[in-house]
């Protein structure tokens, strides 16, 4: 990297750095207000615990809003570079817009990648070692069909992710057979649950006792994870060996490919809230006037947000293609980035 990368990047990476402290103190601020979760981790482990809490609930926000906040710091820095003349010097120089970017973009890929892959892993694994998050109803109940019918699968305590469940009720609920069935335990096989310590109970009949009973089903090892741990609450890797895994449900399915799709689509995205805070503020200014270019940013931060979490949205609910839902939003802001700074060097922006 030459001097002119440090000295651009150091101007930029500064006011992103200075955007996420502020966005990072409003997301702790938020997370703080939830007491009862405070009060229960500060009497658990003291206060450091229900701080930790806060710290990796504030972390996964940024990662979710980090396209705005990158948008919005770009934009801060390009502007400081403005009032200092240091962009009209090296505009003067002959040096171009895509050589000043070039170390901005790439530090923003890293970023990507570092918040995706690492960021996002090491706070899923802070909340689950905390005592409230693992707190929760153990009480399962699972709607099934398998080529023998359909039934609903109540487990009381549900182990290794959902493939062992103890204290299992099976109720089969087609016209032509209300049987029930009691287990002491079930273990998710090849397209079977495999019931140990069965009785079946029939109308009219002597309950019958098995030592093995397989009930079919469609359910996979994906679905139970994706069911007692929302997707969102997946590591990478864990999404990862959730879709190799193979899920059968098809909203979970999407669920799980459009979180993992919008973690790998995260750096590129960045990038493209760097191109776009370039693009409207890296112009020639006669004056140190900047408001309508810092109403451009908030505007555009607004759009972006919409954009993806619209996107999102869409993709977890199975109604967009998940591929087009998580790159979706990192190609348009992109392409606009830029469009906007190919006419500006054309001289019609």
Do not use: C
């Not at 998050?133 to 359909?150: F, I, K, V």
């Not at 990478?236 to 193979?246: D, G, K, P, S």
């Not at 760097?274 to 140190?288: E, M």
């Amino acid at each position: 990297m030459t001097r002119l990368d440090w000295i651009v990047l150091g101007r930029v990476a500064g006011r992103v750095g200075l955007t996420l402290a502020i966005f990072f103190g409003l997301f702790a601020l938020v997370e703080s207000l939830d007491t009862w979760r405070f009060t229960t981790l500060s009497r658990l482990g003291g206060p450091q615990m229900a701080v930790l809490a806060i710290v990796a609930n504030s972390i996964r926000s940024i990662i979710g809003a980090m396209p705005v906040i990158i948008l919005i710091g770009s934009i801060i820095g390009v502007l400081d570079l403005q009032a200092r003349r240091e962009m009209t010097i090296i505009k003067a120089t002959g040096v171009s817009i895509w050589r000043v970017m070039r170390a901005p973009v790439v530090a923003a890929l890293l970023l990507g990648l570092a918040a995706a892959f690492v960021g996002d892993t090491v706070a899923i694994e802070v909340s689950r070692a905390l005592p409230v998050a693992r707190a929760s109803a153990d009480t399962l109940w699972l709607e099934q069909r398998g080529p023998d019918g359909n039934y609903i699968l109540r487990a009381d305590h549900p182990r290794s992710n959902g493939t062992v469940l103890d204290g299992v009720s099976v109720f089969f609920t087609a016209a032509d057979n209300r049987d029930r069935i009691e287990a002491a335990s079930a273990v998710l096989g090849r397209d079977a649950w495999i019931l140990s310590g069965a009785t079946r109970y029939r109308a009219d009949q002597a309950a019958e006792f098995f030592d093995k009973l397989a009930i079919p089903t469609r359910t996979t090892a994906g679905d139970m994870r994706i069911r007692l741990t929302s997707a969102r609450d997946l590591t990478f890797a864990e999404l990862l060996t959730t879709v190799v895994q193979h899920v059968a449900d098809p909203g979970l399915r999407a669920t799980a490919i459009t979180s993992l799709l919008r973690l790998l689509a995260l750096p590129a995205l960045l990038a493209g809230s760097v191109l776009i805070g370039f693009a409207f503020t890296s112009g020639y200014r006669r004056t140190n006037k900047y408001g309508g270019a810092v109403l451009y940013g908030i505007v555009l931060g607004f759009v972006v947000y919409v954009v993806t979490e619209l996107a999102n949205r869409s993709g977890f609910a199975g109604v967009l293609d998940p591929t087009f839902a998580a790159a979706g939003p990192a190609f348009v802001a992109i392409v606009i980035g830029l469009t906007v700074l190919l006419y500006k060097e054309d001289g019609r922006a």
